[in-house]
């Protein structure tokens, strides 16, 4: 018979490679993970940051949409870092606000035609000008 005195130190050091090689994959799965979600917020950022638009729009905090809506009425604006809550359709989605409130944004014509993708989850900068919803806004909605 062969004589396995060479192989000893082998069966002691099984388990604990094992058990790092699992903590390498799970650490390396967890580094692809969050790259992979820097990368899709950066592209919305992307898609929806144009520079005219940035010049003309004013950037408010998402705070003053919690308070009251009115004042902003008719201007054009710019909030960022806002979560998708929802999607309304192909023509919409809701935010999130840091109250947890939610605010419809309605997608304009053009941007529909760009087939700009929001999914919901997502980080959101939108631009756009400020309406109040009232019985002429949603029957032109539907």
């Known amino acids: 018979m062969a004589d396995n005195a060479s192989r000893r130190g082998a069966a002691d050091l099984g388990i604990p490679l094992m058990v790092l090689a699992f903590i390498v ?3 390396f799965m967890y580094y692809l993970n969050v790259r992979a979600a820097e990368e899709r917020a950066l592209d919305i950022v992307e898609e929806t940051n144009t520079p005219d638009e940035m010049e003309v729009a004013t950037t408010i905090a998402a705070t003053d949409l919690e308070v009251d809506a009115a004042p902003l009425e008719g201007r054009l604006i710019r909030v960022s870092g806002l979560n ?4 309304l359709g192909t023509q919409g989605f809701w935010l999130e606000l840091p109250n947890g409130q939610p605010f ?3 997608m304009s014509e053009e941007v529909m035609a760009e087939g700009v993708a929001v999914t919901m989850g997502e980080r959101a900068t ?3 000008i400020v309406h109040a919803v009232n019985d002429s806004a949603l029957s ?3």
Do not use: D
């Open 25 to 27: 994959i799970g650490l």
């Open 84 to 87: 998708v809550a929802s999607m």
């Open 104 to 106: 419809l944004v309605s």
């Open 126 to 128: 939108v631009t756009g």
């Open 140 to 142: 032109a909605w539907e």
